[in-house]
């Protein structure tokens, strides 16, 4: 059996290497978004050019929650413009 000290100290470890995993992971993405900004002024889409599609994708999935707050599906994938572009 493992005494308190261990237990403890298993504990103090676990959360010092999630702790650095999440510092190391924040630094690596705000990183990257600074050396590679988006350039969404590269994709050019008006969420009303595509009522169509739009129209579908509701009528397929609804609304999805966001926050607390009904969303139309359409209009939370329009949000992510790459994602909303690339329909593969």
């Known amino acids: ?4 000290d261990e ?3 298993e504990e103090i470890a676990a ?3 999630i ?3 999440e510092s190391i992971s924040f630094f690596l993405i705000e990183f990257y978004e600074v050396e590679y900004p988006l350039k ?3 994709i050019p889409i008006q969420y009303e050019d595509y009522e169509d599609f739009n129209d579908w994708l509701d009528d397929e999935h609804g609304t999805v929650i966001a926050a607390g707050i009904p969303v139309l599906t359409s209009g939370a994938l329009f949000s992510d413009a790459i994602a909303y572009s690339n329909p593969k």
């Open 15 to 17: 959360y010092f290497l």
């Open 19 to 21: 702790n650095s995993i």
């Open 1 to 4: 059996l493992q005494s308190f």
């Open 40 to 42: 969404l002024e590269s």
């Open 7 to 9: 237990d403890k100290t």
